[in-house]
């Protein structure tokens, strides 16, 4: 191997190095029983985001309007607490919130159908502190997903 092998194989990632050395590591979702693509396959990331920042920005408007006179520091503040309230009710009754449902994604059980409320909270919590959403398994599934036991798919 020469130096430009291993300099691309280092700059690529383990993952492409895995696949160039013959790994297969089937497609999102194929672990979970989930389609390669269509409806009931798994979100990917460019979906969830534009949801999470529509609902981000509906929640600021709904702080700003409603709640604060004007912008502050204290309208950040209560627009995660609104975005916590909004998510744990509309996840947990329809599935979506409003920036989901735009997009056309749903959240579900791992086994199907709806998530209990009690993991529909932990993972609306989980999402409210940001971290465990920023870690992603190799099905594209966020930390707060996987323990709360739900996954994201197309509507």
């Not at 408007?61 to 627009?79: C, E, H, K, M, R």
Request: glycine letters at 16%; a positive charge; hydrophobic letters at 45%.
């Amino acid at each position: 191997m020469d130096n430009r092998q291993a300099m691309g194989s280092w700059l690529s990632g383990p993952r492409a190095a895995a696949e160039d050395a013959g790994v297969d590591f089937g497609y999102r979702g194929e672990q979970l029983g989930l389609p390669e693509e269509g409806p009931g396959s798994i979100a990917r990331p460019g979906r969830r985001i534009g949801a999470l920042v529509v609902d981000w920005a509906l929640c600021m408007l709904i702080a700003y309007g409603l709640v604060t006179d004007g912008y502050s520091q204290a309208t950040g503040n209560w627009a995660l607490g609104i975005l916590l309230v909004m998510s744990i009710l509309t996840v947990g009754t329809i599935g979506s919130t409003p920036g989901k449902r735009l997009f056309g994604l749903r959240v579900v059980s791992e086994r199907g159908g709806r998530l209990g409320v009690l993991r529909v909270a932990l993972r609306s919590l989980l999402v409210c502190l940001a971290v465990p959403a920023l870690i992603w398994d190799r099905d594209g599934r966020g930390l707060h997903d996987r323990l709360s036991g739900a996954v994201q798919v197309r509507i």
